[in-house]
């Protein structure tokens, strides 16, 4: 009964580590799917946003050939590239940190993929719900130009983005910013509760591991013995043969 207890212990963490795989899978996958979906939706939200804040386009000539030819000076174009950065580095950034600090129980790569996921699609979706509801459009009246040329004359032209490269920006910087996190963090396994670990030391398994706390099991050290100096174990002279100075042997 006694040669059975050494086993049953060294099984325990093994099984403890076996039964929590599992369910932490599935809760770094649904922390995933939960930061995919709300960047998405809020992507969609930031559509109207955009068009809302973006100003009105100018006009523009439309020929058949497929060119666009814009009447008069406007820095609208330029404008609505702009406020379509700010609001995916703002996003992006606010991704990476919330991703970071309220998913500290799901820290890892699969929500980073997640955020990536999620800030690709929102973008996407910010890009056509803005176009969408920016007012605008591509088709206008006929009219003959000064050269002879016939093109479509519209009022204002739709909200587009013109620079597709700002897609990346939300991604990215959610990724970047979270990639950092992770880079510069003191906690082991990025501050995720550690069962086994737990188990060995004898804490909850929902506790965070101590940084400053040593991996594995302990091992029992010995006591530290209090010194004590050796006695000499030569031949000891007597004490009167102890060599004395000139005056004292001679008498004075």
Known sequence: ??????????????????????????ADLRAAAVAAVGLSL??????????????????????????????????SLVAGDGRFLVLGTAVGLAAGLLGWLARGANRGP???????????????????VGHLTG??????RAYRLSDGTTAQVTLHLP????MPGLLLVEPGLAA???GLLAAFTTHDDLGRPDPVRAALRGRRPDEPADPFEP???QQPTDPVEPFEPQQPTGPQLPAESVHRGPETQHGG
């Open 42 to 75: 809020l992507g969609a939200l930031l559509g109207l946003v955009w068009a809302w804040w973006s100003p009105t386009r100018p006009p523009a000539a439309l020929y058949r050939d497929g060119a666009v030819a814009v009447l008069g000076e406007s820095e």
């Open 1 to 26: 009964m006694t040669a059975a207890a050494p086993a049953e212990s060294s099984v325990q963490p093994s099984v403890v580590a076996s039964g929590e795989a599992s369910v932490e899978a599935r």
């Open 135 to 140: 007012g605008g459009s591509f088709h206008g």
């Open 159 to 162: 909200l587009s983005l013109h």
């Open 176 to 178: 970047l910013l979270y």
């Open 215 to 217: 991996a594995g099991p």
């Open 110 to 128: 699969l929500v980073l993929f997640g955020l990536v996921v999620g800030g690709a699609a929102g973008a996407l979706l910010t890009e056509l």
